[in-house]
């Protein structure tokens, strides 16, 4: 990189020999960092013995600059565009929805109809094939199969909750509606982690369960046989939940029972 | 798991490496292997044939990205069918496939770190260092902060082929490594490789028999999903040995011919009486046992 302005002998020295002041010593290593010039300097200033102080201080700097800029979390959860988007359109669904219940003045359960579609399609979105950055390379490492896709999935997942129970109260829907969607939303995205060790398309039978959740929900108050806020309330109900839970932790303990088949005898 | 990895290094494996019985793998109705044995040990083994012989899918199941239907399989003495010791092989393991296809947001340092955290290597640092080491060995550090997208065709190839290597696998699975490469990487692939095959196992494919030649100590030859020859390089040349000549003209007792230069036939089969033999290379064997095999 082009730099302006170059370090002096004397603080290059200063600094290679330790005797540099803090503040002095941490802005020149600002600048090295950036500045090829002054590091060619530098290493023809300080000659190199292994085990030197001036080594160790040298090959924490190179360390900086050919650290990877993005952090490893990241990269394994939102790398790929594919699930940049899945993460962005679980938000951006979510973020939505005050706007279209006043815009449209809709007096269905939108809410509850499509929050939980959201942690679905971030786990059907986990297990699709362009969600790895590294192709069939990932396959035959270690962390292949449910391991790689769990984290991938909880990382896209995860943001929605914050969001949709936020979004909820921004609603001024009671709290039991609020976080009401959370336990069926977990269910949904359980049966497709589950799906995903089958011979069955995670994505097909996410597009398929977010429909039929979706119709069962609004599906009511939409033919007005019953009033807007009842299904809704239903689906908050203890005994919905407790089956939510029921349905979710025994797709996990399934999913679980059947890692074994997620990168090995199915995807390949 | 890294005190196993460096258990791993320190004491190198010694005889048989990847073993395999009847092993059988089949798409539908089409038998991609058919019933494979192989026995392995140190070193490189290239695996030759053509299109469709059922190389790929092979190299996938000694990579473990694929399970066979039949046949029992040994990789480092361990049996990848039981998910635990499946784990721990591909600890161990490195494998570039066919066609990589790595995401091109990445810059080739950031691709080589995610695969060693995908090998759960958790130390950053050693992480890093060893990511710059592999990246090197390939000759890709100038480019190591630009976007894969932004490289060559064969430097992407490197770049998987450094994702590979990370970890220092005592076994590793490659696919056609030297597509895309020039010949100065070919060449600095083969001292990657050898240097890989003073610890472990190297399986590569290649339909190139100059390659199988440069490479590799030991040749399989494979057709429609069975290995139908295996020996050395020098022994694949052997088998054509008083077997080949050249002329100008098509000779009815060669089993296969092809035009060499201008106007000159090069012939595998039964000598002619009269004709003097040529000086056989690994192309002349490796088309004279795929004929004979059929």
Redesign the interface.
């Known amino acids: 990189m082009t730099q302006t302005w170059h370090a002096d002998e004397e603080a290059l020295r200063a600094w290679a020999d330790g005797s540099a002041a803090p503040v002095p010593a941490a802005s020149l290593e600002a600048h090295l960092l950036r500045c090829d010039e002054c590091r060619r300097r530098m290493a023809a200033l300080a000659p190199a013995t292994p085990g030197s102080d001036v080594v160790r201080r040298w090959d924490a700097l190179a360390d900086r600059i050919d650290r990877p800029r993005s952090n490893p979390l990241l990269r394994l959860g939102l790398a790929t565009p594919g699930l940049r988007a899945a993460w962005l359109t679980s938000i951006l669904l979510l973020l939505t929805l005050p706007v279209v219940v006043s815009v449209l003045d809709v007096r269905l359960p939108v809410f509850m109809a499509l929050a939980p579609v959201a942690p679905l399609a971030a786990v059907a979105l986990a297990y699709g094939r362009h969600a790895e950055p590294a192709g069939e390379l990932a396959l035959a490492t270690p962390t292949a199969g449910l391991r790689v896709v769990a984290a991938r999935a909880v990382l896209v997942a995860l943001p929605a909750v914050p969001v949709g129970v936020g979004v909820a109260l921004l609603l001024g829907l009671p709290t039991a509606i609020a976080l009401g969607w959370l336990l069926p939303g977990a269910a949904l995205a359980a049966l497709v982690a589950l799906s995903g060790t089958t011979r069955l398309d995670p994505s097909v039978v996410a597009a398929t369960l977010g429909s039929l959740w979706a119709v069962a929900v609004s599906w009511p108050a939409a033919s007005r046989r019953v009033p807007a806020d009842v299904v809704s309330h239903l689906v908050a109900s203890a005994p919905a939940q407790l089956t939510a839970l029921v349905v979710a932790l025994a797709a996990i303990a399934l999913t679980v029972a059947r890692r074994d088949t997620v990168a090995y005898r199915r995807t390949a | 798991?890294s005190t196993t990895r460096t258990d791993a290094a320190t004491q190198a494996p010694t005889g048989t490496l990847i073993s395999a019985a009847g092993i059988t793998k089949a798409f539908g109705s089409q038998r991609a292997v058919d019933h494979v044995g192989l026995t392995l040990g140190r070193g490189i083994v290239g695996v030759l044939g053509p299109n469709g012989a059922g190389k790929t899918t092979l190299l996938?199941i000694l990579?473990?990205?694929?399970?066979p239907d039949r046949g029992t399989l040994s990789l480092l003495g361990l049996d990848p069918a039981h998910?635990g010791a499946?784990?721990?092989v591909?600890?161990r393991?490195?494998?570039?496939?066919q066609?990589?296809?790595?995401?091109g947001?990445?810059?080739p340092?950031?691709?080589v770190?995610?695969?060693a955290?995908?090998?759960?290597q958790t130390d950053?640092?050693r992480r890093?260092?060893e990511?710059?080491a592999v990246l090197e060995a390939v000759g890709l550090t100038d480019v190591?902060?630009k976007r894969i997208r932004a490289l060559s065709g064969g430097m992407q190839q490197r770049v998987?082929l450094a994702?590979?290597l990370i970890g220092a696998p005592e076994l590793l699975?490659l696919d056609e490594p030297a597509t895309g490469l020039d010949p100065e990487q070919r060449i600095a692939l083969r001292s990657v490789l050898a240097e890989t095959s003073h610890r472990g196992c190297v399986v590569l494919s290649t339909h190139n028999t100059a390659e199988v030649a440069a490479l590799c100590q030991q040749v399989l030859v494979m057709d429609r999903g069975r290995i139908c020859w295996s020996g050395t390089p020098t022994e694949l040349a052997g088998e054509a040995e008083g077997r080949v000549w050249e002329s100008d003209v098509e000779e009815p007792t060669a089993l296969r011919s092809w035009l060499t230069g201008p106007g000159t036939r090069r012939h595998v089969g039964t000598l002619p009486d009269g004709a003097s033999p040529a000086v056989p290379t690994v192309d002349d064997g490796y088309l004279l046992v795929t004929r004979l095999t059929r």
């Open positions: 798991m996938r990579a473990t990205v694929l399970a998910p499946r784990t721990e591909r600890r393991l490195g494998y570039l496939p066609s990589p296809r790595l995401y947001g990445f810059t340092l950031e691709m770190d995610y695969v955290i995908l090998k759960e950053a640092a890093r260092h990511a710059v190591m902060h998987a994702s590979a699975v």
